[in-house]
């Protein structure tokens, strides 16, 4: 991180989008971090999604892939000003945090709604860490495009 790169937190159900220099970090477990980045204009955000599908009255839509993800592709493109047309993904998480004795494993099903509708969308996935046991903590730089990935008691990895 340079002297004039602020570092922004994500938080569960959250989404920011910023520009180069800045930096976007979050802490994942089950939850599912997308990552959009143009690197032609430089900008880019991170979704840190809870679950796979909205159901209920929640007005949160960014904690649902279903819902989250369309609304931060317009954001990066009708208001951020990222091209659609250079935009990709780099997708974390999804751990399998507790065992629930054969029923839905959360981190894989928030898997599968992102993979599902980044596909529909047309938005390439070039890196993916995903599964597991263990909380990942990344960092994503949006200059370089980079993300700094640390799985809990694993060594750090750069995607």
Do not use: W
């Amino acid at each position: 991180m340079n002297n004039t790169q602020c570092m922004f937190t994500v938080g569960v159900g959250d989404l920011k989008i910023t520009q180069a220099p800045n930096a976007l970090k979050t802490l994942l477990g089950s939850c599912i971090g997308i990552i959009l980045h143009d690197p032609i204009n430089k900008i880019g955000g991170l979704l840190h999604i809870m679950l796979p599908k909205k159901n209920g009255t929640d007005v949160k839509i960014t904690k649902y892939a279903n819902t989250g993800l369309p609304y931060f592709i317009h954001h990066m493109v009708t208001h951020a000003g990222a091209s659609r047309g250079a935009l990709y993904a780099k997708i974390f998480g999804g751990a399998k945090m507790f065992e629930t004795n054969g029923l839905l494993n959360i981190g894989e099903s928030n898997e599968r709604e992102v993979r599902r509708i980044l596909n529909e969308e047309g938005i390439r996935i070039v890196s993916a860490k995903t599964g597991g046991t263990k909380g990942y903590n990344i960092v994503f730089d949006i200059d370089t495009g980079e993300v700094v990935c640390r799985i809990f008691g694993e060594s750090v990895m750069v995607y």
